[in-house]
């Protein structure tokens, strides 16, 4: 049987307390909320990418559960209603509400910053675009990328 101190010992933390192993939902020192990083961007897009991997009943509630994650990331974006059929859908992004105010830029009182949180790291702003088609057993595909 195994001592108290082998056991912390054994460990190689230390600590009595046991550590988790595993990587966190950020890559390295990467920000995984910093959807202007090309890099990230291209993390984020490759989970946006994975509810193509799923058949759906309804296609608005693949694009309501991908609201939903996206938001963890402080990422949303208007409604979007997906009707039967085959077709295409896009929807600006607006990161952490927009921004409001004055960025300290230099701007005077009355010239305010009002934006999306995101044109001004990525020229033009994102949107998601959804491409969706019915199959013919009766359930539907979405596809999704950042853009």
């Not at 209603?81 to 927009?98: F, H, K, N, R, V």
Request: aromatic share 8%.
């Amino acid at each position: 049987m195994k001592t108290y101190k082998n056991f912390v010992t054994e460990d190689g933390t230390g600590s009595a307390i046991p550590t988790q192993r595993t990587g966190s939902v950020e890559d390295g020192s990467k920000n995984i909320a910093d959807v202007s990083d090309p890099e990230v961007l291209k993390m984020v897009n490759a989970f946006v990418g994975s509810m193509a991997d799923r058949e759906y009943l309804n296609a608005n509630h693949a694009i309501s559960e991908l609201r939903q994650k996206l938001m963890r990331i402080g990422v949303t974006f208007p409604n979007v209603e997906i009707y039967e059929g085959d077709g295409t859908a896009s929807a600006p992004l607006t990161q952490w509400g927009g921004r409001y105010g004055n960025d300290g830029s230099g701007t005077e009182d009355g010239n305010l910053v009002n934006d999306d949180g995101i044109s001004h790291k990525v020229d033009g702003g994102l949107s998601i675009n959804f491409k969706y088609m019915d199959l013919e057993n009766g359930s539907c595909k979405v596809f999704a990328k950042i853009a």
